[in-house]
C-alpha cells in the first residue's frame, strides 16, 4: 500500500467536510446560572457528526441537564477544529475559567492531543520510528512530553479555578487509522499510532498519549472519557470518511464512553 494514500485522504477529507458540513457554533449565550464548559478540538467540535445534535458534546449537556443539574444549564463549547494542545491553552483556557466562576455550578470537559500528533505522523520520519531509529523516538518522546506538560498547566489551572468539586472531565484520543480504508490494522501508521496512543515496547514508547492523559487525570482529580478501545475494536463503523472524525455512530460511543466516566 502507498502510505501517502491515507494521509492524502485526511487532507482532502478534511477540506471537504469544512467546506460542507454545517459547524456546530458555540453556544455562547449567559441563559442561567449553571454552566457546562468545553475545550478541545473538532472532535469536541462535533466534526465527523452528521447533525450538530448526533455530536457527543450536545448529547452529553442534554445529559448533564438531566441528570447533575436537574435542570436547563448553558452550554460553552469552546473546542476549536484543528487546535493543539498549545493553541487550545492558548485560546481557550483563559475564556474557560472565566466561565468556570460565571456558572455554579459547572461542568467542565477536556480534549486534545490528536492534532499534535497529526503533523508527525505525516511527516517522512515517522516511519522510521517503526524500525526503532533512535532520533525518530527522540523526537517522538519529546512531542509527548511537550504535550503532557501543556496539558498538565491547564489542567492544574481549571482545577485551581474551579475547586476540587467541580466535575472534570478529560477524554483520551483514539487511532482513526485504524478503519479499513484509512490504513487499516496493518498499516504501518496505523500501527505507530496505536504505539503513540498506548505504548509499546517497540518502538520503546513505555508511556502514550494516552497513558499520560489518565495520568494527569488522576492527579487532578479528574474522570476519563476513553476512547481508545471501543474505536480499536470496531474502527470501520466509527470512523468517518475523512480518516479523522468519528462518524455519528462514533460520537454515540464517546456520548456513552462519557456517561460511564459520569456514572458514581
Not at 446560572?33 to 458534546?57: E, L, N
Not at 456558572?103 to 520510528?129: K, Q, R
Not at 496505536?194 to 494527569?216: F, K, T, Y
Request: hydrophobic content about 40%.
Amino acid at each position: 500500500m502507498n502510505i501517502s494514500q491515507p494521509l492524502t485522504g485526511i487532507a482532502i477529507g478534511a477540506m471537504t467536510l469544512c467546506a460542507s458540513f454545517p459547524l456546530v457554533t458555540p453556544v455562547q449565550a449567559h441563559d442561567t446560572g449553571r454552566g457546562y464548559i468545553v475545550m478541545g478540538d473538532s472532535i469536541d467540535y462535533g466534526m465527523g457528526a452528521s447533525a450538530p445534535d448526533k455530536a457527543y458534546v450536545p448529547q452529553f449537556h442534554a445529559y448533564l441537564e438531566s441528570t447533575f443539574f436537574n435542570q436547563a444549564a448553558d452550554l460553552h463549547n469552546l473546542a476549536t477544529p484543528g487546535a493543539t494542545a498549545r493553541d487550545i491553552k492558548q485560546d481557550q483556557l483563559t475564556q474557560a475559567r472565566t466561565e468556570t466562576i460565571i456558572h455554579n455550578p459547572h461542568v467542565m470537559s477536556w480534549g486534545g492531543g490528536g492534532n499534535d500528533l497529526l503533523n508527525f505522523i505525516e511527516s517522512p520520519e515517522a516511519a522510521t520510528c517503526m524500525k526503532g531509529n533512535p532520533s525518530c523516538l527522540a523526537r517522538l518522546n519529546a512531542l509527548l512530553n511537550e504535550f503532557e506538560q501543556t496539558a498538565d498547566h491547564m489542567l492544574r489551572e481549571l482545577r485551581e479555578t474551579a475547586g476540587s468539586d467541580t466535575p472534570l472531565y478529560v477524554r483520551t484520543q483514539y487511532n482513526p487509522l485504524l478503519k479499513t480504508t484509512c490504513g487499516g490494522p496493518n498499516f504501518p501508521l496505523a500501527q505507530l499510532a496505536n504505539a503513540v496512543l498506548e505504548g509499546s515496547p517497540s518502538p520503546r514508547l513505555e508511556r502514550g498519549m494516552n497513558d499520560r492523559i489518565r495520568e494527569l487525570a488522576h492527579k487532578h482529580g479528574a474522570k476519563v472519557i476513553d476512547t481508545f478501545l471501543p474505536f480499536y475494536l470496531n474502527p470501520d463503523a466509527l470512523i468517518a470518511d475523512d480518516c479523522i472524525h468519528p462518524n455519528d455512530a462514533g460520537h454515540a460511543v464517546i456520548l456513552t464512553a462519557a456517561k460511564y466516566a459520569y456514572a458514581p
